[in-house]
């Protein structure tokens, strides 16, 4: 891959630099609720425009169905982008992407200016499976830039027209976000320095499935946790109530389980876990009064909604000791606050760790910053889950194999 920095030694001084970016944020309305990934792409949106380039960013927001829907808008993010760029540094905005506003906003641009389309999703084009129909709106985004540079992470798993298509057909580079994150990736997959530990969260266990398949053979402990760890406790023959469970995935998970202890890989579960009747109210955060109760005695009428006190301090000692830490999927409910602790033991227990520790993106990056944790203090936090834990199972990421010469 030709960097940022090969781009900006050759000069770009008047030239329209297109920007794929990852400024899919959540929203309240239309309130930024977490801006991480908007901040992660401004060193490159900067290093451009300080040096006289016309900068077109680009970027999906969520899954609107190919046509226009304000729902789903970059209005916000634009504005958000022109804050953390500072004084002088002007965002226009343009309401479409590849008609008469944008190529309006685009020609108005002066040396230094950047602007902002909108969202790629509102054309159908972006995500189609259609190699024809995704070619031609490639083509229609291509006629606005001179150059393009990839710097959406959180994007590179997909076969998108802006991802894929479109850097061949323009001279193409990688932003500063996609080189350290394929630095860092590579630090989980080609030089890892040990002991390695893998901690495991969120939903659903089949979400995480072929990244534990690859990291049997790489990793020496897994810690499992969230939704997914309930899998697990019924693959052991332990009742889970009315837990989160994927009992089509309980044989896979049996197998995994005797390849872990074949292979030497620690695999680690929860002791105890809390529980309640019914799912907390995530809107009022009403008190839930959970209970603590052992992994293996989970009442019948239950539901498993957070590792319990005795997991925290397991969990913690488990992480203590390691070089290397990759961590994706909270451990709980963490938007409510009687189902946030354990998911702040592990973010803790990575900041107590002497190694180099990772946030793998995702709903994780999103807890990080929701309880308050300073991210500086983490060695890295990845803009994409997905795209991180794909790299991780050995796939072979669009986005980037787009960005390779």
Do not use: C
């Not at 490639?138 to 540079?149: C, E, N, S, T, W």
């Amino acid at each position: 891959m030709k960097t940022i920095d090969e781009l900006l030694s050759e000069g770009v001084t008047g030239k329209r630099v297109f920007v794929r970016a990852d400024l899919n944020v959540p929203l309240d309305g239309t309130t930024i609720t977490d801006d991480g990934r908007i901040r992660a792409v401004v060193p490159t949106v900067k290093a451009l425009a300080d040096a006289g380039a016309r900068v077109i960013v680009a970027s999906h927001l969520g899954r609107p169905k190919g046509a226009p829907d304000p729902a789903f808008s970059l209005a916000p993010a634009a504005a958000r982008l022109g804050e953390l760029l500072g004084e002088g540094t002007g965002v226009a905005f343009a309401e479409d992407t590849v008609g008469t506003a944008a190529e309006a906003t685009v020609s108005g641009l002066s040396d230094g200016q950047v602007a902002v389309i909108e969202n790629l999703r509102f054309n159908a084009g972006e995500t189609s499976k259609d190699d024809t129909e995704r070619a031609a709106f490639a083509d229609r985004l291509a006629g606005l830039a001179d150059v393009y540079v990839g710097d959406g992470f959180g994007a590179v798993h997909r076969k998108h027209a802006s991802v894929y298509d479109l850097p061949k057909k323009l001279p193409h580079y990688a932003g500063y976000l996609i080189a350290t994150e394929v630095g860092v990736l590579k630090k989980l997959t080609d030089d890892v320095q040990r002991p390695y530990v893998v901690a495991l969260g969120g939903a659903k266990v089949s979400d995480k499935l072929a990244v534990i398949d690859q990291l049997l053979g790489k990793a020496d402990r897994l810690l499992i946790g969230g939704g997914m760890a309930y899998t697990f406790l019924k693959a052991q023959g332990h009742e889970v109530g009315i837990s989160l469970l994927q009992e089509d995935q309980i044989p896979t998970v049996k197998e995994y389980m005797e390849r872990a202890e074949k292979n030497g890989v620690e695999l680690v579960l929860p002791v105890d876990v809390l529980v309640a009747s019914e799912f907390p109210d995530l809107k009022t955060k009403a008190p839930a009064n959970p209970a603590t109760v052992a992994a293996d005695a989970i009442p019948a009428d239950q539901e498993g909604l957070d590792i319990g006190p005795e997991t925290r301090k397991l969990y913690a000692s488990k992480l203590a000791d390691a070089a290397t830490v990759f961590w994706n999927g909270p451990m709980g409910v963490f938007e409510h606050p009687d189902y946030a602790e354990g998911t702040k033991a592990v973010a803790q227990a990575l900041l107590d760790s002497p190694g180099f520790t990772v946030v793998g993106g995702g709903d994780s990056a999103a807890a990080v910053r929701t309880l308050g944790f300073d991210e500086n203090a983490f060695g890295h936090i990845s803009t994409g889950g997905g795209a991180s834990l794909e790299y991780l199972e050995g796939k072979t990421l669009p986005g980037l194999a787009a960005l390779e010469d």
